[in-house]
């Protein structure tokens, strides 16, 4: 009958059940892949260095353009054109920027002689008129140069446009020039100083090492530590023609990458250094390709304020430096052996003795010797937080009993506790029983809740209030979800689980630890009693991962 919401399927639970096979073949299978495993483990552990703490690079850039560029500059004077040479240094065509980049200029568009007064826009479909009924006094929008003055004045020729006050003459809306006036700033170098800090790892370095023959010129191959870069090399690396890039100016990123080995015997920290095109190479005109700026030069000429307008075509140099260090770390160790560890059965748990006061860490193999006899790493009991007790006294009094239930329960009890009688060699209470695991799964129940003979903690009245009260239980329960529904038969798993949790949390304290604890048999099977299974075999620890 297919009925998705009946009752039995909410309160169902489901549970792992244990099969030992004697077979050649998965033996042999199960080994084959332990080997695998262990292997990818161990491979995984070494080629990525999983026992170093990694810590990111922090650093500071320099960097120094050098070279010496001639440019041929077409000039107009009194009406005729006439060539001049010009010799430009690192002063005329270098820009300083923020954060870690350069700025190379590459060609330029002058606009000479600008002064402050009336003249008419430059001819453009927006800016042309016919008569002064085409301008309107005062306009003016982001893309004008100057405020109209409402008046329609000639250009050139036959050609009329608005006529604005502005900075006059108003400049010529060009192409760059073809070829780049600087082109030969390929031949520059820049000079790169990175200086790098792994402050975690008390570690700094730089670039540029004493030795250092300064003289060199970098090359992917044949130079690759040299700090000094030809821009034409640069974009030779990614496939860039300089000379192109020139005319409409570009951005380029410098990576400087540092992958730091800091331990002492495998120390090794030098950059790599790769070079990544990061403006967008295929737009079109419509889109402002390349990378521009205008920028003005000021002076004054017989007491009137001029400028020279320069529109900078040139090739922004992004420096990018990342990478981390690794130093071999402990903690990174065993954290990593742990999370590998529990695949092969081999996870750590806790133990602890009423007559101990601290609780001892077991390593021990699922297939090894049992758990009350094993010695262990003794840890210090994490301190009580107090403030988890405060919603106990609310529960702390237990209710009067319910008349018509403990008979119902003795039933239960009789069919699936073994009897007391059997208090196995190991214990030293009186109160534990054999497990049920199979054998191979046994010795992790072996376990007392003493190291010597003594009281059992089971009869402890905290015991009873803390861990069997099913007033308490319940409370729990229904603090996590209010609205569950507690009824006898399907919460008794819930309540009983609920019971080995406030156990070990009472006895471990902290969550890590309580998670990997091991209740006593005694315990154990004490609390089986109060909130027993109806049919078949409890399937013991598990662990959480
Ligand atoms: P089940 O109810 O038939 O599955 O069997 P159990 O009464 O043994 O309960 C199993 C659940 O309790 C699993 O989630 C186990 O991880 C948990 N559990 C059982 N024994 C221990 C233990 O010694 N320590 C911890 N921390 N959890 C346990
Ligand atoms: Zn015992
Ligand atoms: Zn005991």
């Known amino acids: 009958m297919p009925d998705c919401c009946s009752c039995s399927d909410v309160f169902q639970y489901e549970t792992n059940k244990v099969t030992r096979i004697q077979s050649m073949n998965y ?9 695998i495993v262990f292997s990818y483990v161990s491979f995984a552990l070494v080629s ?23 440019v041929k500059e077409e000039i107009v004077e009194n009406g005729v054109k006439r060539l001049v040479h010009h010799v430009f240094d690192t002063a005329d065509y270098t820009f300083p920027l923020q954060g870690n980049s350069f700025f190379v200029m590459t060609n330029f568009l002058k606009t000479e002689g600008q002064e402050q007064r009336l003249c008419p826009e430059y001819p453009t479909r927006r800016t042309l008129c016919s008569s002064d009924r085409g301008c309107k006094k005062g306009w003016m929008d982001p893309q004008s140069k100057g405020i109209q003055t409402g008046r329609c004045v000639v250009f050139k020729g036959n050609q009329k446009t608005c006529e604005v006050s502005a900075w006059c003459p108003i400049e010529a809306m060009e192409e760059a020039p073809r070829p780049a006036l600087l082109n030969s700033a390929e031949n520059f170098t820049v000079l790169i100083k990175n200086n790098i800090d792994f402050p975690g790892h008390n570690y700094t370095t730089r670039n540029i090492l004493p030795g250092l023959n300064i003289t060199c010129t970098f090359h992917k191959t044949r130079n690759p530590q040299c700090p000094i870069f030809r821009l034409g090399d640069i974009f030779r690396e990614t496939g860039d023609n300089f000379s192109d890039v020139a005319i409409q100016g570009g951005i380029m990123g410098i990576e400087i990458y540092w992958d730091c080995n800091l331990d002492r015997w495998f120390h090794h920290c030098r950059p790599k250094y790769s070079f990544r095109r990061l403006d967008d190479k295929t737009t079109n005109v419509s889109l402002y390709p390349g990378y521009n700026f205008r920028y003005a030069k000021y002076y004054k000429e017989n007491n009137v304020e001029k400028r020279t307008l320069i529109k900078v075509f040139g090739i922004r140099f992004d420096i990018l430096v990342f990478g981390t ?36 860490m077991v390593n021990q193999q699922l297939l090894g010797r049992r758990l009350q006899d094993v010695k262990g790493q003794e840890v210090p009991r994490p301190p009580v937080d107090f403030t988890d007790l405060s919603k106990l006294p609310l529960a702390l009094h237990d209710p009067p009993p319910t008349p018509g239930q403990p008979e119902e329960m003795q039933l239960l009890r009789e069919e699936v506790t073994p009897r007391p009688r059997d208090s196995p060699v190991w214990c030293q209470c009186g109160s534990c029983l054999p497990s049920q695991l199979p054998e191979s799964h046994r010795c992790l129940e072996e376990l007392c809740c ?39 038969d399907s919460t008794n798993s819930q309540l009983r689980h609920c019971a080995y949790r406030c156990y070990t949390t009472w006895r471990f304290g902290s969550q890590d630890m309580a998670d990997f604890a091991i209740l006593p048999s005694c315990c154990r099977w004490r609390i089986r009693r109060e909130f027993p299974k109806s049919q078949g075999q409890y399937s013991g620890f598990k662990s959480p991962y």
Do not use: N
């Not at 033996?27 to 080997?35: A, D, E, I, N, S």
């Not at 990111?56 to 353009?65: E, R």
């Not at 160790?333 to 101990?356: M, P, W």
């Not at 308490?472 to 603090?479: G, M, N, R």
């Open 325 to 360: 260090g690794g130093k071999f770390d402990i903690i990174q160790l065993v954290v990593y052996i742990g999370s590998t560890l529990s695949y092969f059965g081999l996870t750590l748990k806790y133990v602890s003795f009423v007559d101990e006061s601290h609780i001892r």
């Open 27 to 35: 033996g042999t299978l199960k080994w084959f892949f332990h080997v």
């Open 450 to 488: 003493r190291k010597k003979p003594g009281a059992c903690i089971t009869t402890s009245e905290l015991f009873r209030k803390l861990v069997l009260s099913r007033h308490i239980l319940q409370f729990l329960l229904l603090y996590q979800d209010p609205l569950l529904a507690l009824d006898m």
């Open 48 to 70: 990525d260095k999983l026992y170093q703490r990694k810590e990111s690079v922090i650093s500071s850039v320099h960097t120094k353009v050098k070279g010496i560029a001639e």
